[in-house]
């Protein structure tokens, strides 16, 4: 599993700059650079994370798959970097996410 932090404040699964998600989504099919990325998973804060999926939101170790396959961290669409960073100030959806560890091969 990947270590994921978060700066997505305005997500749901945003606790302390942490995803509390168990996987996320990262999309980018054609992506050269990070801007080119998104999370998919993001969730506008007040939706998500209630009583009836917690276990979504148990741990900070996160299972990220991919499709930005020009990456030098995806291999099969999953992601193999150790520690990757989510970010999207002021984020209103997942088009306003990218990921920051993305690196184009």
Do not use: W
């Amino acid at each position: 599993m990947t270590k994921l932090d978060c700066s997505v404040i305005n997500c749901t699964y945003n606790s302390d700059n942490s995803c509390k998600r168990n996987d996320i989504k990262v999309e980018g099919n054609e992506a050269h650079m990070a801007s080119e990325t998104n999370c998919s998973s993001f969730a506008p804060k007040g939706c998500g994370c209630g009583a009836s999926n917690m276990s979504e939101c148990a741990k900070k170790d996160t299972d990220v798959s991919c499709s930005a396959t020009s990456c030098i961290y995806n291999e099969a669409k999953k992601c193999s970097a150790n520690h990757i960073g989510i970010a999207g100030t002021d984020a209103g959806n997942s088009s306003d996410t990218l990921c920051r560890s993305f690196v184009c091969q």
